[in-house]
């Protein structure tokens, strides 16, 4: 599954290449034609952005909502390169400025109003990004600490107290600090 830092490098990735670019959007895979992707079609891609574990691309008053899941992934490549993955098989693929970027699978893709994003319940109740710049590790740990008897693997998983963190860096986050992720946490 990808974790928040993925995420993140991919909005990079789209910020140095995608974004400002007017972007030919196409969804080969039925999927992709269900969530809307055509829509963007002939749209300039403002911004892209991670939130936790989801991917959001600024088309104006259209975004692009993605979270890859445990079996998504999104492909970045120079225009013309050749593709991993079957075409056909790509969700979505927004091409512009020379470059082409292709989702495949995952559990969300959804075109809507960025107003509707703003209210999506799946991002509403995020906590905030552990990558972000209004991260506030002090904040986080009081919202944990509420909770006495909850396991401290569960907290770091619960998104809505800190988006981003997956089981990988949970897992390397209570080694590193020999600590059981399975200790209550009103025991630390």
């Known amino acids: 599954m990808a974790e928040g830092d993925t995420i993140?490098?991919?909005?990079?990735?789209?910020?140095?290449?995608?974004?400002g670019a007017?972007?030919?959007?196409?969804?080969?895979?039925p999927r992709g034609r269900a969530a809307g992707v055509e829509r963007l079609d002939g749209r300039t891609l403002e911004r892209a952005q991670a939130r936790g574990k989801h991917l959001l691309l600024d088309f104006g008053e259209l975004s692009l909502h993605s979270h890859l899941g445990m079996s998504g992934a999104w492909q970045l490549e120079r225009e013309g390169a050749r593709w991993r993955r079957p075409r056909g098989a790509a969700w979505a693929v927004l091409a512009g400025g020379g470059w082409e970027a292709?989702?495949?699978?995952g559990p969300t893709l959804a075109v809507m109003t960025s107003v509707k994003l703003r209210r999506h319940p799946q991002l509403a109740g995020l906590g905030a990004d552990v990558l972000g710049e209004e991260f506030d590790p002090?904040?986080?740990a009081g919202a944990i600490a509420a909770e006495p008897g909850r396991q401290l693997g569960d907290a770091l998983l619960d998104q809505r107290l800190v988006a981003g963190i997956g089981n990988i860096f949970k897992s390397e986050a209570c080694f590193a600090a020999e600590v059981s992720p399975w200790r209550p946490v009103g025991e630390l």
């Not at 993140?8 to 974004?19: I, M, S």
């Not at 007017?22 to 895979?29: D, E, G, I, L």
């Not at 292709?102 to 699978?105: D, R, V």
């Open 102 to 105: 292709a989702q495949f699978g």
């Open 8 to 19: 993140r490098r991919l909005a990079d990735r789209f910020e140095a290449t995608l974004v």
């Open 138 to 140: 002090g904040a986080v």
């Open 22 to 29: 007017v972007v030919a959007a196409s969804a080969p895979n």
